[in-house]
């Protein structure tokens, strides 16, 4: 049997690639809805051009680091895996937003004003953080953390246009609740993983340094937990109509096959 020194290390490698399953696999549901339907009406456009700026910065942040880690001296700060799944969530998020131009949307349905404008005011800042830190003027590593910041701002806010789309329309029809299931799952995961090396390292210093990290999780926990209460009690009774020629819920096989037009 092995000893309780080396059931929890052991306990918490497991617990990491679970989390990191559950939010890798997070980004097809909503990808294999909208084929299904061949729709994307339900899909907050919002929601979906701020994910995509945010895993963008994400992405470029991890790459960046990655690549000037011993430069840099930060260790294992950021590992393999991060940038793995960095760049793949980014590529399937855009391939989401690729199906906003090419599947059916509701008449009016399109990215806000306050979206496009957040986007556009931090994508500029952070050319010219960039083009500050190509010049010398400032470092490098001061434009990624920028980036980081970015995505944490986006992490906070990106799911307010989905549920209030959810609410406005009194339907859940067009979101995924496998995505949110799955979202949840990963930050569950990731939480046991952070109290589990915190309790026995007996170094709380990940947790306690960095409360900012810790409370975007939970928040982006809050919002699936207000997602799940809007699919299964709020509007458990969905009403059809909302979406493309081909509609159809999350009520069938997953993989079943698009009906022909």
Known sequence: MPSNEAVWPLLSQLIGWGYFAAWSLSFYPQLVLNWRRRSVEGLSLDFLALNL???????????????NRDKWGLDNSVQLND?????HACILTALTA??????????????????ASFIVITASTACVAGLLAFKGIIPASYSLYYLSYIKMAITL????????LN???????GWSIDNILLDL????????????DASVSGDWSDITKNP?????????????????????????NRVRGYGGPNERDEVGPLLSAPEEA
């Not at 609410?167 to 029809?173: A, E, G, I, L």
């Not at 799952?185 to 589990?196: D, N, P």
């Open 53 to 67: 700026w945010g895993f963008l910065c994400y992405s470029i942040y991890n790459v960046g680091l990655y690549v």
């Open 83 to 87: 940038v793995v799944f960095a760049i």
């Open 157 to 164: 806010i990106k799911y307010v246009p989905q549920a209030y």
């Open 185 to 196: 799952t990963g930050g569950v995961l990731s939480m046991m993983q952070s109290l589990i």
């Open 167 to 173: 609410f406005k329309r009194q339907s859940t029809v």
């Open 98 to 115: 690729l199906q906003s131009f090419i599947y059916h949307r509701s008449e009016g349905q399109k990215v806000s004003m306050p979206s």
């Open 212 to 236: 900012v990290k810790f409370g975007l999780g939970l928040t982006s926990m809050s919002f699936d937990g207000l997602f799940i209460v809007q699919h299964y009690v709020l509007y458990r």
